[in-house]
């Protein structure tokens, strides 16, 4: 698989800690099925949802995958917008399950599983950040990131699946 060259530029190298987490993303494979199958069906476009679950000083344990709506029409192909309207719903309906919101996931239409600049200018510490690679329309890697706050650069998160 040959990467676009933007993704071994000095631009996206430098987001990139070398520093593994010493966190774990813990998820079962259905929702790893789930992610790959709707960046799958989105292809070529980027699909995005959110990562539901809780979260601990073991990790993100997502117990739940649910997708929203892309609304960035205009770079659908490389850039996802989550529909403001789909997180405020799904939000609300946690309220009291003890479960929340811990991250978003996202496909890279032919591009690496790994975060670009535009990924991390909208990322939040705490979060997990499940990038999947769809090549050629099939899901091929999927890879778990988190932003840590003292260098605001993207840590790689070693996924276990349940």
Known sequence: MNDPVRFS???YLT???ARPSD???FIHAQHQAFMSQEAQEGY???VCGLLIGRYD???WHIEDVRAVPNLNQERAADRFELDPRTYQKIDRSLRGTGQEIIGVYHSHPDCPAKPSPTDLSSAWPCWAYIIVRVQDGQAVDIQC??????SQKFCHVPIMEL
């Open 44 to 46: 070529p476009l980027e």
């Open 15 to 17: 987001i990139l800690d």
């Open 145 to 150: 990131w988190e932003v840590k706050e003292d």
């Open 23 to 25: 966190q774990t993303c």
């Open 9 to 11: 530029s000095p631009e």
């Open 57 to 59: 000083k073991q990790g």
